[in-house]
């Protein structure tokens, strides 16, 4: 495969885990691991293949020569795969080759084939250098297959009969101070079958829009709630090169979810109302600047929730520190949100206006693109109740529904609804009430903070708090993906049923999936001004009698209770319903059709898109096979 052809599709697809794009350097080693020669390529192509011997190489071209390494006796540093790093190191040359800047989603997918890949040639009869040589055969590389079934079933019977002395040839992978794969196929007793990647697959229309996004074109892409936006933009995150990708969002709550920042912190400007010139001042401190210089993709989840004004002086200070006339200073926008939940926090009497309203919206935006297929519900009729209440038309139909959901029987298990809040005084007051109202002891259990002097900065972005108190019967919510296939994930309902015995005391909660899983703390990495990383450790865990409304923005819930009588805001109650899987799962309290409101700025905005037909609908576009030429130009 040529070089060039090989950038374009790695720009475009490059999933399969056998190519990606990052920066490389090669160290040759002299005996006690120093570096004897040194080469640095910017910007590499990294690729799998094998020669024709079927052995597994690995590729590394500058554009000019390409490398390339017999894969035999390897080892793998995989600790920083999150950040798109990883290191390769051939044993009998003594030569490591560092990877860096690599999509994190590629890289996964990259060492997952090799391990797998090689696991599955062990098996295979070595060829010798004398077989080799009279073989006579013409040299070749051909870009190794995507991982199948077989190769998988291949490395299993290898890990089931293997013993020690053959693994000693092969691979070992390093995690830090942890060890897995290969080198876990030492101690039998240890270790684990391999499986094909599981990474949950994006659907046509989430496929369509990351096709677009790493076109390189600035989108804008909204749809219903639950249509897997921040679910896509975690795979656009993961898609994209990590040093000059910044995923951010207009709440702490919705970046913790992509693994991001907020917005705010990015743009290191406070709360953006001081005037232009002192913004861009700010935005020169050290810290703060390398974020404008470096970034070449900015994401933004939640964007309904982005004040006009605050993105007009983002674009401004873009442009002006990095010296550009392109809106935005030329950096890739992916914007994501739908604007008929949550508006703006309005500051003062006025209403807050919608970025869509900002002066510089339409230039910064070549793509506007819709998801259509929701993933959080699946029964049809409560996915079109709330597509009405999301454009502020309920029937008499539905809100007989939802006034008979006051009846629900809900809890189960001894699992109690959540009550969705429309104040935040109510939510502490109840989840502190209610513990109080508990017998037995209190548990309390202290985050381990990588800064204790920026707690404050920590706990705007943690979705687990510095202190959670706990009592057997405490209704608590998960705050983290821990296991999706057995249902151990973000906002899964349960509660606490004993704390083990030894000094951590650590509590077992049982959950609505049926499971009843002791807990133990996780670390969560935030990113915080001038490049610096702080991280929480903590159970993930939170009270879960009560959560807000604004809170819960972008979660999925097991089952909830809402009362709607002090909705202050358009949108506010149909975030509300819309975080419930199923009618089944929700109880409305007192259900008032006049509180469902949608915001008729937005609703215009939405409909002269359509009618300018500029609001792809992916789905619709799929089925046109139309072809992503639109730019700014017919905006
Ligand atoms: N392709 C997919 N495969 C499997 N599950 C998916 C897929 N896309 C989305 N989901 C699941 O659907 C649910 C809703 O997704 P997500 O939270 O990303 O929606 P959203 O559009 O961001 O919603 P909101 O507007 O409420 O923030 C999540 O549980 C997510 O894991
Ligand atoms: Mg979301």
Same mark, same amino acid.
């Given at each position: ?12 697809? =490059?999933?399969?885990? !056998? ?150 040839? =092969? ?51 909204? %749809?219903? !709630? ?41 743009? %290191? ?17 050290? %810290? ?137 005084? $109510? ?103 001038? %490049? ?11 009270? !879960? ?8 923005? =972008?979660?999925?819930? $097991? ?11 358009? =949108? ?19 259900? $008032? ?30 089925? !046109? ?11």
């Amino acid at each position: 495969m040529k070089y060039g052809s090989t950038i374009a599709a790695i720009g475009q697809y =490059g999933d399969d885990g !056998a190519q990606f794009q990052c920066s490389v350097v090669v160290e040759r080693l002299n005996s006690s691991g120093q570096a004897t020669k040194r080469q640095v390529i910017r910007k590499a192509a990294v690729l799998l293949g094998r020669n024709e011997f079927q052995e597994i190489i690995l590729r590394v071209h500058d554009g000019k020569v390409p490398q390339s390494y017999t894969l035999k006796e390897f080892q793998l540093f995989t600790r920083f795969v999150k950040d798109g790093k990883c290191t390769v190191k051939l044993l009998p040359e003594n030569i490591q080759v560092l990877i860096s800047d690599c999509p994190p989603h590629l890289l996964n997918i990259f060492l997952k084939t090799l391990s797998i890949k090689h696991q599955a040639w062990q098996t295979s009869k070595p060829v010798t250098d004398r077989e080799k040589l009279k073989a006579c055969l013409p040299r070749s590389f051909e870009t190794i297959s995507p991982l199948q079934q077989k190769d998988v079933q291949k490395a299993n019977e290898l890990r089931s009969k293997v013993n020690a002395p053959v693994l000693s040839r =092969g691979l070992v992978v390093r995690t830090g101070n942890k060890m897995t794969g290969g080198e876990q196929a030492l101690h039998p007793s240890k270790k684990p079958s391999l499986s094909l990647p599981t990474a949950r697959k994006l659907n046509k229309e989430q496929a369509a829009v990351l096709s677009a996004v790493l076109s390189g074109k600035n989108v804008f892409f909204t %749809g219903s !709630a639950g249509t897997g936006k921040s679910f896509l933009l975690k795979r656009i995150v993961g898609s994209l090169p990590p040093k000059s990708t910044y995923a951010t969002a207009s709440t702490g709550v919705a970046a913790c979810h992509i693994g991001g920042t907020t917005l705010h912190n990015f743009a %290191g400007i406070g709360s953006g109302s001081a005037p232009l010139e002192q913004c861009i001042e700010l935005a020169q401190r050290p %810290g703060v600047l390398q974020h404008w210089t470096s970034c070449r993709h900015l994401i933004i989840d939640e964007i309904s929730m982005v004040e006009a004004q605050f993105f007009d002086k983002l674009e401004a200070i873009a442009r002006s520190l990095r010296r550009s006339t392109e809106p935005f200073g030329g950096i890739q926008l992916i914007v994501c949100g739908d604007f008929l939940q949550l508006p703006p926090v309005s500051k003062g009497k006025d209403k807050a206006t919608f970025c869509f309203q900002s002066r510089s919206w339409r230039k910064c935006i070549h793509l506007n693109m819709e998801l259509t297929e929701v993933r959080r519900q699946t029964d049809q009729s409560f996915i079109s109740l709330l597509q009405a209440v999301r454009v502020g038309r309920v029937t008499e139909e539905f809100t007989a529904k939802l006034m008979k959901s006051a009846y629900h029987k809900i809890e189960r298990d001894g699992i109690l609804a959540t009550r969705l809040c429309t104040h935040k005084d $109510d939510v502490e007051l109840t989840n502190d009430n209610k513990l109080q109202q508990l017998p037995g002891s209190v548990r309390v259990f202290e985050a381990v903070d990588s800064d204790p002097a920026l707690v404050k900065t920590i706990d705007s972005q943690s979705p687990v708090s510095r202190l959670l108190q706990l009592k057997v019967g405490a209704q608590v919510m998960l705050t983290k993906n821990l296991d999706v296939q057995r249902g151990l994930v973000n906002g899964a309902r349960g509660v606490v049923v004993d704390f083990q015995p030894g000094k951590l005391g650590l509590p077992r909660v049982r959950f609505l999936c049926g499971t009843t899983e002791a807990l133990k703390p996780e670390r969560w990495m935030f990113k915080a001004g001038g %490049g610096l990383y702080l991280s929480r450790q903590q159970l993930p865990l939170k009270l !879960a009698w009560a959560i807000s409304i604004h809170k819960s923005q =972008g979660m999925t819930l $097991d089952c909830v209770e809402i009362s709607l009588a002090r909705v202050f805001e358009r =949108g506010q109650a149909y975030v509300a319903l819309s975080r419930a899987k199923s009618l089944e799962g929700l109880r409305v309290m007192d259900f $008032d059709p006049h509180v469902v409101r949608a915001d008729p700025d937005v609703l215009h905005f939405y409909s002269k898109l359509r009618k300018e037909r500029l609001l792809l609908q992916v789905s619709f576009w799929l089925c !046109a096979s139309f072809v992503l030429t639109i730019g700014p130009n017919v905006l």
